[in-house]
């Protein structure tokens, strides 16, 4: 069969592959992916989209960028664990706080994200400023690769804290899996359209992640 032919049914396995890992948890309405997680996800994939204004890659990554966007505000919403340490002294921090108390863990989150992307409107319509979008693509690196890097550290400061012998993992290593071969395949797919370097630099550094947290190192 011609690649060509085989194009259009790939780019929607790309676009939707990232819903795969959280079926579970989106089917039961029952959230267990930490919400910082979530948060510094949305983030991400929203500097990626206004990247897109400097850098036209492919339309497949956009259109990924805001279905993960979706995933992961469904999994803010739905979520009603206990957060972890971590997540308890970012949420709860004093500046905070007040919000979180009054109206709750997604509206928090909600609020400093859309703070995030008016900024960064605004900043599109001062003269000159359009350039701030080219570091768009490092700091969404940036962020994309905190995700993982995040998750071992949430993983290991809660194990510390509970008695010896006793291991608590958040997340399935199912998602984890799940992660390591959609990062593999979004990484072979962006070297054959030939992407650009900061992207698939992220992916690199994810794949060892997502190594480590299914290794549980």
């Not at 899996?177 to 650009?196: A, E, H, N, Q, Y």
Request: hydrophobic share 50%; glycine share 6%.
């Amino acid at each position: 069969m011609n690649t060509m032919n085989l194009e259009p049914l790939i780019n929607f396995f790309f676009i939707f592959f990232p819903i795969v890992g959280y079926l579970p948890q989106i089917i039961t309405l029952q959230s267990v992916f930490p919400p910082l997680l979530s948060t510094i996800t949305i983030i991400a994939n929203l500097l990626k989209i206004f990247y897109y204004k400097v850098n036209k890659y492919e339309k497949p990554i956009l259109y990924q960028s805001f279905v993960v966007i979706g995933v992961h505000s469904f999994l803010l919403y739905f979520y009603n664990k206990k957060l972890s340490y971590l997540e308890e002294k970012i949420f709860k921090h004093k500046n905070l706080n007040r919000i979180y108390q009054k109206y709750g863990l997604f509206t928090l989150n909600m609020i400093l994200i859309t703070f995030i992307a008016l900024t960064l409107n605004c900043l599109c319509f001062i003269n000159g400023m359009e350039n701030l979008f080219i570091g768009c693509g490092f700091l969404s690196l940036t962020f994309e690769s905190l995700v993982g890097v995040i998750q071992i550290v949430i993983n290991k400061v809660d194990n510390k804290k509970l008695p010896i012998g006793i291991k608590k993992q958040r997340c399935g290593k199912e998602l984890f899996f799940c992660w390591f071969f959609g990062d593999l395949s979004r990484f072979v797919w962006m070297i054959w359209l030939k992407s650009p370097v900061l992207l698939v630099l992220s992916v690199v550094f994810q794949i060892g992640i997502d190594l480590a947290l299914i290794l549980d190192l």
